[in-house]
Protein backbone atom coordinates (compact mmCIF):
# COMPACT_ATOMS: atom_id res chain seq x y z
CA UNK A 1 0.00 0.00 0.00
CA UNK A 2 1.47 3.48 -0.81
CA UNK A 3 0.74 5.19 2.42
CA UNK A 4 -0.01 3.36 5.53
CA UNK A 5 -3.92 3.38 6.22
CA UNK A 6 -6.02 4.97 9.49
CA UNK A 7 -8.06 1.26 9.07
CA UNK A 8 -7.73 -2.20 7.36
CA UNK A 9 -9.98 -4.94 7.91
CA UNK A 10 -10.36 -8.10 5.94
CA UNK A 11 -12.96 -10.85 4.84
CA UNK A 12 -14.93 -12.35 2.47
CA UNK A 13 -16.87 -10.30 -0.23
CA UNK A 14 -19.49 -12.13 -2.59
CA UNK A 15 -21.57 -11.37 -5.61
CA UNK A 16 -25.08 -10.86 -4.54
CA UNK A 17 -27.72 -11.01 -6.93
CA UNK A 18 -31.08 -9.37 -5.24
CA UNK A 19 -34.92 -10.52 -6.18
CA UNK A 20 -36.77 -8.10 -8.13
CA UNK A 21 -40.17 -8.76 -6.52
CA UNK A 22 -40.89 -9.74 -3.61
CA UNK A 23 -42.04 -13.92 -4.27
CA UNK A 24 -39.77 -16.35 -2.47
CA UNK A 25 -36.62 -16.78 -3.94
CA UNK A 26 -37.58 -20.35 -5.58
CA UNK A 27 -40.05 -18.03 -7.42
CA UNK A 28 -37.87 -14.89 -8.58
CA UNK A 29 -36.90 -15.07 -12.63
CA UNK A 30 -34.99 -11.90 -12.25
CA UNK A 31 -32.13 -10.64 -10.12
CA UNK A 32 -29.91 -7.36 -9.81
CA UNK A 33 -26.21 -8.02 -9.34
CA UNK A 34 -24.40 -6.43 -6.40
CA UNK A 35 -21.65 -7.05 -3.61
CA UNK A 36 -21.74 -8.22 -0.43
CA UNK A 37 -19.68 -8.62 2.25
CA UNK A 38 -19.75 -7.07 6.18
CA UNK A 39 -15.80 -6.19 6.04
CA UNK A 40 -16.20 -4.72 2.45
CA UNK A 41 -19.70 -2.41 3.84
CA UNK A 42 -17.33 -1.33 6.99
CA UNK A 43 -14.49 -0.65 4.51
CA UNK A 44 -16.44 1.22 2.12
CA UNK A 45 -18.51 3.35 5.09
CA UNK A 46 -14.83 4.81 6.47
CA UNK A 47 -13.78 5.17 3.00
CA UNK A 48 -16.92 7.46 2.54
CA UNK A 49 -16.42 9.30 5.54
CA UNK A 50 -12.93 10.06 4.68
CA UNK A 51 -10.81 7.67 5.72
CA UNK A 52 -7.58 5.69 4.27
CA UNK A 53 -8.44 2.49 4.28
CA UNK A 54 -7.01 -1.32 3.36
CA UNK A 55 -8.67 -4.10 2.10
CA UNK A 56 -7.15 -7.88 2.30
CA UNK A 57 -8.85 -10.75 0.97
CA UNK A 58 -8.67 -12.90 -2.35
CA UNK A 59 -11.22 -13.50 -4.84
CA UNK A 60 -11.77 -15.44 -8.02
CA UNK A 61 -10.40 -15.03 -11.82
CA UNK A 62 -13.73 -14.35 -12.72
CA UNK A 63 -16.03 -11.42 -13.27
CA UNK A 64 -17.34 -11.21 -9.43
CA UNK A 65 -13.62 -11.01 -8.55
CA UNK A 66 -13.00 -8.17 -11.11
CA UNK A 67 -16.11 -6.47 -10.26
CA UNK A 68 -14.94 -6.33 -6.37
CA UNK A 69 -11.91 -5.48 -7.34
CA UNK A 70 -12.96 -2.52 -9.36
CA UNK A 71 -16.17 -1.39 -6.99
CA UNK A 72 -13.66 -1.15 -4.02
CA UNK A 73 -11.23 0.96 -5.82
CA UNK A 74 -13.86 3.09 -7.42
CA UNK A 75 -14.98 3.85 -3.31
CA UNK A 76 -11.17 4.67 -2.49
CA UNK A 77 -10.15 1.39 -0.52
CA UNK A 78 -7.07 0.67 -1.04
CA UNK A 79 -6.73 -3.31 -3.13
CA UNK A 80 -3.17 -3.81 -3.36
CA UNK A 81 -3.50 -6.57 -0.32
CA UNK A 82 -6.86 -7.89 -2.38
CA UNK A 83 -5.51 -11.34 -3.73
CA UNK A 84 -6.58 -13.21 -7.43
CA UNK A 85 -6.78 -16.89 -6.27
CA UNK A 86 -6.55 -18.69 -9.99
CA UNK A 87 -7.94 -22.11 -9.03
CA UNK A 88 -11.10 -20.97 -7.21
CA UNK A 89 -14.00 -19.14 -7.33
CA UNK A 90 -15.49 -15.99 -5.97
CA UNK A 91 -18.62 -16.58 -3.73
CA UNK A 92 -22.12 -15.38 -4.21
CA UNK A 93 -25.05 -15.33 -3.08
CA UNK A 94 -29.18 -14.77 -3.66
CA UNK A 95 -31.38 -12.02 -1.38
CA UNK A 96 -35.15 -11.93 -1.21
CA UNK A 97 -36.91 -8.58 -1.73
CA UNK A 98 -39.16 -7.95 1.79
CA UNK A 99 -41.46 -5.02 2.28
CA UNK A 100 -40.43 -5.09 6.11
CA UNK A 101 -37.88 -7.15 8.48
CA UNK A 102 -34.47 -9.11 7.66
CA UNK A 103 -34.62 -10.49 4.01
CA UNK A 104 -33.68 -14.22 3.51
CA UNK A 105 -29.99 -14.95 1.80
CA UNK A 106 -28.77 -17.94 1.02
CA UNK A 107 -25.18 -18.65 0.19
CA UNK A 108 -23.21 -20.18 -2.17
CA UNK A 109 -19.35 -19.53 -0.58
CA UNK A 110 -18.04 -23.03 0.32
CA UNK A 111 -14.47 -23.68 -1.90
CA UNK A 112 -14.73 -19.68 -2.60
CA UNK A 113 -11.24 -18.31 -3.13
CA UNK A 114 -11.31 -16.15 0.11
CA UNK A 115 -12.29 -19.67 2.35
CA UNK A 116 -8.04 -20.37 1.37
CA UNK A 117 -6.63 -17.11 2.11
CA UNK A 118 -3.72 -17.87 4.51
CA UNK A 119 -1.11 -16.10 6.65
CA UNK A 120 1.37 -14.04 4.56
CA UNK A 121 4.19 -11.63 5.18
CA UNK A 122 2.54 -8.97 3.17
CA UNK A 123 -0.81 -9.22 5.38
CA UNK A 124 2.13 -8.95 8.44
CA UNK A 125 3.46 -6.00 7.11
CA UNK A 126 -0.27 -4.00 5.63
CA UNK A 127 -1.72 -4.97 9.11
CA UNK A 128 1.13 -3.89 11.28
CA UNK A 129 1.11 -0.73 9.42
CA UNK A 130 -2.74 0.66 10.11
CA UNK A 131 -3.73 2.45 13.12
CA UNK A 132 -6.36 0.32 13.65
CA UNK A 133 -7.71 -3.20 12.38
CA UNK A 134 -11.52 -4.23 12.33
CA UNK A 135 -12.22 -8.07 12.50
CA UNK A 136 -15.81 -9.83 12.12
CA UNK A 137 -16.89 -13.42 13.30
CA UNK A 138 -17.20 -14.23 9.97
CA UNK A 139 -13.74 -14.90 7.76
CA UNK A 140 -12.74 -17.58 10.92
CA UNK A 141 -15.54 -19.66 10.49
CA UNK A 142 -14.65 -20.14 6.69
CA UNK A 143 -11.90 -22.21 7.56
CA UNK A 144 -8.70 -23.44 9.00
CA UNK A 145 -6.70 -21.11 7.02
CA UNK A 146 -8.95 -18.04 7.84
CA UNK A 147 -9.20 -18.54 11.37
CA UNK A 148 -5.89 -19.37 11.78
CA UNK A 149 -5.27 -15.47 9.74
CA UNK A 150 -7.80 -13.89 11.92
CA UNK A 151 -6.10 -14.83 15.23
CA UNK A 152 -2.60 -13.70 13.28
CA UNK A 153 -3.65 -10.43 12.81
CA UNK A 154 -5.40 -9.37 15.75
CA UNK A 155 -1.80 -10.78 17.71
CA UNK A 156 -0.14 -8.26 15.17
CA UNK A 157 -1.91 -5.36 15.11
CA UNK A 158 -1.92 -5.51 19.13
CA UNK A 159 2.07 -6.22 19.03
CA UNK A 160 1.93 -2.90 16.43
CA UNK A 161 0.12 -0.49 19.24
CA UNK A 162 -3.21 -0.21 17.00
CA UNK A 163 -6.87 -0.84 18.44
CA UNK A 164 -8.72 -3.55 17.26
CA UNK A 165 -12.58 -3.76 16.93
CA UNK A 166 -14.65 -6.72 16.74
CA UNK A 167 -18.15 -7.66 15.74
CA UNK A 168 -19.10 -10.79 16.20
CA UNK A 169 -21.28 -11.33 12.88
CA UNK A 170 -22.77 -14.37 14.06
CA UNK A 171 -23.50 -16.67 10.77
CA UNK A 172 -24.30 -20.22 12.80
CA UNK A 173 -24.53 -21.59 9.14
CA UNK A 174 -21.18 -21.59 8.58
CA UNK A 175 -19.66 -23.02 11.99
CA UNK A 176 -19.96 -27.03 12.75
CA UNK A 177 -22.07 -26.56 15.96
CA UNK A 178 -23.20 -23.56 18.17
CA UNK A 179 -20.27 -24.52 20.77
CA UNK A 180 -17.46 -24.49 18.35
CA UNK A 181 -18.97 -20.69 17.31
CA UNK A 182 -19.67 -19.61 21.04
CA UNK A 183 -15.66 -20.25 21.96
CA UNK A 184 -13.91 -19.23 18.98
CA UNK A 185 -15.88 -16.34 18.58
CA UNK A 186 -15.68 -15.08 22.27
CA UNK A 187 -11.95 -15.92 22.47
CA UNK A 188 -11.12 -13.20 19.38
CA UNK A 189 -13.53 -11.01 21.07
CA UNK A 190 -11.81 -11.18 24.42
CA UNK A 191 -8.68 -10.18 22.22
CA UNK A 192 -9.91 -6.79 21.15
CA UNK A 193 -10.40 -3.25 22.34
CA UNK A 194 -13.80 -2.48 21.68
CA UNK A 195 -16.35 -5.42 21.27
CA UNK A 196 -19.47 -4.31 18.85
CA UNK A 197 -22.41 -7.30 19.69
CA UNK A 198 -25.87 -6.91 18.70
CA UNK A 199 -28.60 -7.61 21.55
CA UNK A 200 -29.70 -10.96 19.96
CA UNK A 201 -26.25 -12.20 18.92
CA UNK A 202 -24.48 -10.77 22.52
CA UNK A 203 -27.39 -13.55 24.19
CA UNK A 204 -25.88 -15.89 22.21
CA UNK A 205 -22.75 -15.71 23.08
CA UNK A 206 -23.05 -14.75 27.06
CA UNK A 207 -26.18 -16.19 28.21
CA UNK A 208 -26.62 -12.90 29.62
CA UNK A 209 -30.19 -10.79 28.80
CA UNK A 210 -29.90 -7.19 29.57
CA UNK A 211 -27.24 -5.43 27.57
CA UNK A 212 -25.66 -4.18 30.26
CA UNK A 213 -24.93 -8.19 31.56
CA UNK A 214 -23.54 -8.67 27.91
CA UNK A 215 -21.28 -5.76 28.25
CA UNK A 216 -19.89 -7.05 31.56
CA UNK A 217 -19.12 -10.67 30.33
CA UNK A 218 -16.83 -8.78 27.77
CA UNK A 219 -14.95 -6.31 29.81
CA UNK A 220 -14.32 -8.53 32.46
CA UNK A 221 -12.36 -10.41 29.95
CA UNK A 222 -10.07 -7.45 29.34
CA UNK A 223 -12.24 -5.59 26.72
CA UNK A 224 -12.07 -2.24 26.96
CA UNK A 225 -15.47 -0.62 25.60
CA UNK A 226 -18.35 -2.64 24.84
CA UNK A 227 -20.82 -1.05 22.24
CA UNK A 228 -24.24 -3.16 22.49
CA UNK A 229 -26.30 -2.41 19.23
CA UNK A 230 -30.18 -2.31 20.51
CA UNK A 231 -32.11 -1.64 16.65
CA UNK A 232 -34.83 0.74 17.19
CA UNK A 233 -33.70 1.11 20.52
CA UNK A 234 -30.60 2.83 19.51
CA UNK A 235 -27.02 1.63 21.32
CA UNK A 236 -25.45 1.43 24.81
CA UNK A 237 -21.56 1.89 25.22
CA UNK A 238 -20.22 0.76 28.74
CA UNK A 239 -16.75 0.44 30.03
CA UNK A 240 -15.07 0.46 33.43
CA UNK A 241 -16.36 4.50 33.11
CA UNK A 242 -19.95 3.70 33.22
CA UNK A 243 -22.13 3.34 30.56
CA UNK A 244 -24.03 6.20 28.31
CA UNK A 245 -27.27 5.42 25.61
CA UNK A 246 -27.92 7.14 22.76
CA UNK A 247 -31.71 6.57 20.80
CA UNK A 248 -31.77 5.25 17.45
CA UNK A 249 -32.47 7.74 14.01
CA UNK A 250 -35.74 7.69 13.25
CA UNK A 251 -35.63 6.51 9.88
CA UNK A 252 -37.92 4.90 6.91
CA UNK A 253 -35.84 1.71 7.05
CA UNK A 254 -36.08 -0.46 3.27
CA UNK A 255 -33.41 -2.67 3.85
CA UNK A 256 -31.74 -3.49 6.79
CA UNK A 257 -28.96 -5.71 6.12
CA UNK A 258 -25.64 -3.94 6.32
CA UNK A 259 -26.85 -1.25 9.53
CA UNK A 260 -24.33 -3.27 12.07
CA UNK A 261 -21.78 -2.62 9.38
CA UNK A 262 -22.96 0.92 9.08
CA UNK A 263 -22.41 1.34 12.71
CA UNK A 264 -19.08 -0.39 13.04
CA UNK A 265 -18.06 2.15 10.53
CA UNK A 266 -19.31 5.26 12.31
CA UNK A 267 -17.97 4.23 16.01
CA UNK A 268 -14.76 3.52 14.38
CA UNK A 269 -14.09 6.74 12.20
CA UNK A 270 -15.51 8.56 15.48
CA UNK A 271 -12.99 7.09 18.09
CA UNK A 272 -10.03 7.66 15.61
CA UNK A 273 -11.05 10.98 15.22
CA UNK A 274 -10.75 11.62 18.79
CA UNK A 275 -14.63 12.23 19.61
CA UNK A 276 -16.15 12.15 22.64
CA UNK A 277 -17.72 9.21 23.63
CA UNK A 278 -21.17 10.39 23.43
CA UNK A 279 -21.26 11.82 19.97
CA UNK A 280 -19.47 8.85 18.93
CA UNK A 281 -22.27 6.19 19.94
CA UNK A 282 -24.37 8.92 18.38
CA UNK A 283 -22.70 9.39 15.17
CA UNK A 284 -22.55 5.57 14.72
CA UNK A 285 -26.28 5.28 15.49
CA UNK A 286 -26.54 7.65 12.61
CA UNK A 287 -24.95 6.19 10.15
CA UNK A 288 -26.29 2.83 10.94
CA UNK A 289 -29.81 4.12 10.59
CA UNK A 290 -28.56 6.02 7.43
CA UNK A 291 -27.64 2.85 5.94
CA UNK A 292 -30.80 0.88 6.15
CA UNK A 293 -32.93 4.10 3.53
CA UNK A 294 -31.59 2.22 0.39
CA UNK A 295 -31.49 -1.00 -1.14
CA UNK A 296 -28.12 -3.00 -1.04
CA UNK A 297 -26.12 -3.97 1.92
CA UNK A 298 -23.77 -0.73 1.42
CA UNK A 299 -25.77 1.17 -1.38
CA UNK A 300 -26.91 3.81 2.07
CA UNK A 301 -23.44 4.39 3.62
CA UNK A 302 -23.52 8.06 3.80
CA UNK A 303 -20.73 10.52 2.87
CA UNK A 304 -19.19 13.08 5.18
CA UNK A 305 -21.33 15.80 4.01
CA UNK A 306 -24.74 13.74 4.13
CA UNK A 307 -23.54 12.94 7.66
CA UNK A 308 -22.75 16.27 9.04
CA UNK A 309 -26.26 17.03 7.57
CA UNK A 310 -28.15 14.20 8.81
CA UNK A 311 -26.76 14.79 12.89
CA UNK A 312 -27.47 18.69 12.16
CA UNK A 313 -31.09 17.45 11.17
CA UNK A 314 -31.34 15.62 14.39
CA UNK A 315 -29.82 18.21 16.88
CA UNK A 316 -32.65 20.35 15.65
CA UNK A 317 -35.49 18.11 16.10
CA UNK A 318 -34.05 16.78 19.49
CA UNK A 319 -34.04 20.55 20.85
CA UNK A 320 -37.39 21.09 18.97
CA UNK A 321 -39.15 18.29 21.11
CA UNK A 322 -37.38 19.36 24.42
CA UNK A 323 -35.52 16.01 23.91
CA UNK A 324 -32.67 15.89 26.10
CA UNK A 325 -28.93 14.45 25.91
CA UNK A 326 -28.85 10.58 25.87
CA UNK A 327 -28.87 9.63 29.39
CA UNK A 328 -25.30 8.39 31.14
CA UNK A 329 -25.25 5.88 34.24
CA UNK A 330 -23.05 3.99 36.13
CA UNK A 331 -24.72 1.20 36.86
Not at 165 to 172: A, G, K
Not at 180 to 203: I, K, Q, S, Y
Amino acid sequence: MPEAPDVVTFGEIMAMFVATDHRPLSEVDHFEQRLAGAEMNVAVGLARLGHRVGYLGQVGPDPFGTRARETLAGEGVDVSALRTEPSAPTGFQLKNRVHSGDPTVVYFRRGSAASSLGWSPSAHEVIGAARHLHVTGIFPALSAETRDFTFRAIATARAAGATVSFDPNLRPSLWRDSSEMTTVVNDLAARADWVLPGLAEGRTLTGATSAERIADFYLDRGVSQVVVKLGTDGALLRSRDGTLRAPAFPVRAVDTVGAGDGFAAGWISARLEGVEQQRALRRACAVGAITTTSEGDMDGLPSRVHLDTVLAEGETARQANGAGRATTSSA
